[in-house]
């Protein structure tokens, strides 16, 4: 190791972080086909409030779902089975051949696994809690 250089620990999301992101998706693009594109699923009430949405992203012809969240009012209304089927219309859009997305045991699997998603990994924590890693084809 170079005897001039310093490791530390910034908290919180840093514009360093951000360079580096910046580093490895310019990494990435230069050995393959890698064309990140990102897109939000919204829900909004009549006077524009937030109740619940998505992100989403298509990437190496995958679509992925990150950060879903509905309202707990709007939960079993069939609001979270439209934001999944709108990431996936968009993926398919954007080119995706697959979805996939990640949730814990206390989360959402089953209502995952009843719009056809298949657990393909699972990490399991030391704090006796589980994260599973689904996906389908589209």
Do not use: C, H
């Not at 969240?69 to 079993?76: K, P, Q, S, Y």
Request: no cysteine; hydrophobic share 35%; charged share 30%.
């Amino acid at each position: 190791m170079t005897q001039d250089l310093t490791l530390r620990i910034e908290e919180g999301v840093t514009e360093d972080l951000e360079e580096i992101d910046r580093r490895l998706v310019a990494f990435n693009k230069e050995r393959s086909d890698w064309d990140s594109r990102y897109f939000t699923v919204e829900i909004k009430d009549s006077e524009g409030a937030l109740k619940g949405g998505a992100g989403g992203r298509v990437n190496l012809g995958v679509a992925e779902i990150s950060t879903l969240w509905i309202d707990e009012d709007l939960r079993g209304t069939g609001w979270g089975r439209s934001i999944v089927e709108a990431i996936a219309e968009e993926g398919r859009r954007l080119g995706a051949s697959k979805i996939l997305l990640d949730t814990y045991d206390f989360q959402a699997r089953p209502f995952y696994e009843s719009l056809g998603f298949s657990v393909f990994g699972t990490l399991d924590y030391p704090t006796g809690n589980s994260r599973y890693y689904l996906s389908k084809d589209l």
